[in-house]
């Protein structure tokens, strides 16, 4: 199964820019956004479970992303405002067939699926 995130690129803060993340032949159960950054650890940014559409989000990024699905593109979206120069990372899209409790979604041994990332530059 491939993960297929889109949508990486420079912007300048404040700025807004949206991640795709489309899966190849399947809808799964839970998807998630997880970002490294240089140097440091993938950390959980945001994740939707599909069939209610529940979301969490990392402190960091409540009230700037919102994650959301359209079922009829079988499509999970990360729309991204208000960014800022400390946003930049590799963002990731994963995704499991479970349907995990809001707990277990913010945890990357949660989504057996990852797909390879898209660069998100945020100049000051």
């Known amino acids: 199964v491939q993960l297929q995130a889109s949508g990486g690129g420079l912007v300048q803060a404040g700025g807004s820019l949206r991640l795709s993340c489309a899966p190849s032949?399947?809808?799964?159960?839970?998807y998630g956004w997880f970002r490294q950054a240089p140097g440091k650890e993938r950390e959980f940014v945001s994740a939707?479970?599909?069939?209610?559409?529940?979301?969490r989000y990392a402190n960091s990024v409540k009230g700037r992303f919102t994650i959301s699905r359209d079922r009829a593109q079988n499509t999970v979206y990360l729309q991204m405002n208000s960014l800022k120069p400390e946003d930049t990372a590799v963002y990731y899209c994963?995704?499991?067939?479970?349907?995990?409790?809001?707990?277990?979604?913010?945890?990357?041994?949660?989504?057996?699926?990852w797909g390879q990332g898209t660069l998100v530059t945020v100049s000051s």
């Open positions: 939707i479970r599909w069939n209610d559409g529940n979301t």
């Open positions: 032949g399947r809808t799964f159960g839970s």
């Open positions: 994963a995704a499991d067939s479970r349907t995990w409790t809001t707990g277990a979604l913010s945890r990357e041994d949660s989504f057996a699926n």
